[in-house]
């Protein structure tokens, strides 16, 4: 499995992104798939996360109302919708994508088996 993660840059702040995620090798159909981001210094961190099959969707509280998960099976696609952006949002954007997952386990990296290579996403104030 290999995921290309696309559509980070520089954006200023209350200003918007989209981030896809796009999958090869197998389709999604019953994995999770979700965002990670890693701020310098900073651990990495659950962002948001998605079940395929179903389409029920996970957000960390710290853009709960600003950031919107979708789904393109036609394309076996996932977006990041981000709204609102603020300048602690800047870290290199992670997706991963695992099956099996529990729903206790969704925002624990080491769930996911397979990560994208990051896309940097950096909010000017």
């Known amino acids: 499995v290999q995921l290309q993660a696309s559509g980070g840059g520089l954006v200023q702040a209350g200003g918007s992104l989209r981030l896809s995620c796009a999958g090869s090798?197998?389709?999604?159909?019953?994995?999770?798939v979700a965002w990670f981001r890693q701020a310098p210094g900073k651990e990495r961190e659950f962002v948001a996360g998605?079940?395929?099959?179903?389409?029920?969707?996970y957000y960390a509280d710290s853009v709960k109302g600003r950031f919107g998960i979708t789904k393109d099976s036609a394309k076996n696609t996932m977006y990041l919708q981000m709204n609102s952006l603020k300048p602690e949002d800047t870290a290199v954007y992670y997706c991963?994508?695992?099956?099996?997952?529990?729903?206790?386990?969704?925002?624990?990296?080491?769930?996911?088996?397979?990560w994208g290579q990051g896309t940097q996403v950096t909010v000017s104030s």
């Open positions: 090798g197998r389709t999604f159909s019953t994995d999770t």
């Open positions: 991963a994508s695992g099956r099996g997952i529990i729903l206790s386990a969704t925002r624990s990296s080491a769930s996911y088996a397979y």
């Open positions: 998605i079940r395929w099959s179903g389409g029920h969707t």
